[in-house]
């Protein structure tokens, strides 16, 4: 089993190779991949060292899997040569997510989509990943008919420049190159990645349009508002559900337990709920604050936090790819 990291040195990248080894994935040979500017350099791997290369010896190296995690331009560019040379492409970026040819997967929801023909395979957003894993089985139960989230995302998930800018602003640095059009130390910025006509930015859209391609359910009404706030460890979620059918809310904390991936987390006389802090370093997510919504009917409020390096990006990437092996599909 070949495996290609690509855009290994990068936070996400990082983070996957990590969880190569913890999870004890069966490779043979492994290829970390970066720009040139990176090409030559070492990179340890389960203790041994390796040379970091270029897309274009990548591709020559015909690994059976590789994991995207270098950027939109970069996928566009490489995924469809690594697809034509016989890999299967697992992508973190938002190149293909919405492309109509192209599965868009979180394993505990909708892997058995997944066939051999599948070259090119789309991770979702961060976002998006741990609300739709709360969402999946709600849904199920009680048919949604509209959400509104609110998210208080992590500077991890902008990338290693925004995590400088934090560092550097938290010593009192200003002159550091920054990531966000403010400071994010001691702040709070609507705004996640561009700006539409519309008003709202990519980040919220991209949770939008990928929760209905994930549930398959085109007709859910969905607004949502992204916030940058000064914190690592995971994104935080505040979600309000109308759903078609009434509930009892004992009920939906079982249904959420029963969940595997979700923990729930809601004992508030103990002050328990989850926390950017508490999910740091988690595969799961963790879902609390689970409360009717009085003012409007069949509604309730959620809170759902998960670690955005992993679940809402590597870990959810190597969970497809070990569903492939599992299922010959490889």
């Given at each position: 089993m070949r495996v290609a990291v690509v855009g290994a040195t990068g936070l996400v990248?990082?983070?996957?190779?990590?969880?190569?080894?913890?999870?004890?994935?069966?490779?043979?040979?492994?290829?970390?991949?970066?720009?040139?500017?990176?090409?030559?350099?070492?990179?340890?791997?389960?203790?041994?060292?390796?040379?970091?290369?270029?897309?274009?010896?990548?591709?020559?190296?015909?690994?059976?899997?590789?994991?995207?995690?270098?950027?939109?331009?970069?996928?566009?560019?490489?995924?469809?040569?690594?697809?034509?040379?016989?890999?299967?492409?697992?992508?973190?970026?938002?190149?293909?997510?919405?492309?109509?040819?192209?599965?868009?997967?979180?394993?505990?929801?909708?892997?058995?989509?997944?066939?051999?023909?599948?070259?090119?395979?789309?991770?979702p957003n961060c976002s998006t990943i741990q609300l739709v894993m709360a969402l999946a089985p709600l849904h199920k139960a009680y048919g949604i008919e509209r959400l509104v989230i609110s998210t208080y995302q992590s500077i991890t998930g902008t990338g290693v420049k925004a995590v400088r800018q934090y560092e550097a602003e938290a010593k009192g640095d200003t002159t550091v190159e920054k990531a966000y059009p403010h400071p994010i130390y001691g702040n709070a910025i609507p705004h996640c990645d561009v700006f539409y006509d519309n008003g709202?930015?990519?980040?919220?859209?991209?949770?939008?349009?990928?929760?209905?391609?994930?549930?398959?359910?085109?007709?859910?009404?969905?607004?949502?508002?992204?916030?940058?706030?000064?914190?690592?460890?995971?994104?935080?979620?505040?979600?309000?559900?109308?759903?078609?059918?009434?509930?009892?809310?004992?009920?939906?904390?079982?249904?959420?337990?029963?969940?595997?991936?979700?923990?729930?987390?809601d004992d508030i006389k103990n002050n328990l709920y989850p926390m950017p802090l508490l999910s740091n370093g988690s595969d799961e997510v963790f879902v609390g604050r689970i409360r009717r919504d009085y003012s409007a009917d069949n509604s309730l409020n959620l809170w759902v936090v998960s670690d955005n390096l992993r679940k809402g990006a590597a870990t959810n990437a190597i969970q497809i790819a070990e569903y492939l092996m599992e299922n010959n599909l490889v």
């Open positions: 990248g990082t983070v996957m190779c990590q969880l190569l080894e913890e999870r004890n994935f069966p490779i043979t040979e492994f290829i970390p991949v970066a720009s040139a500017r990176s090409a030559g350099k070492k990179l340890n791997f389960r203790g041994k060292d390796y040379t970091i290369v270029t897309n274009e010896d990548a591709v020559k190296a015909k690994p059976d899997i590789a994991l995207f995690s270098a950027g939109g331009s970069t996928s566009l560019e490489w995924a469809p040569k690594y697809a034509e040379a016989g890999t299967t492409v697992i992508d973190n970026s938002s190149a293909w997510r919405m492309d109509e040819t192209k599965r868009l997967v979180v394993p505990e929801i909708n892997a058995n989509c997944l066939t051999k023909d599948d070259k090119i395979i789309a991770n709202y930015t990519k980040e919220e859209l991209k949770m939008v349009n990928e929760t209905r391609k994930i549930l398959a359910d085109d007709s859910l009404r969905i607004t949502a508002t992204a916030v940058r706030i000064p914190t690592t460890g995971g994104h935080s979620e505040s979600v309000n559900i109308t759903f078609a059918k009434d509930f009892e809310e004992g009920d939906i904390s079982r249904l959420l337990d029963e969940v595997s991936g979700i923990t729930v987390q």
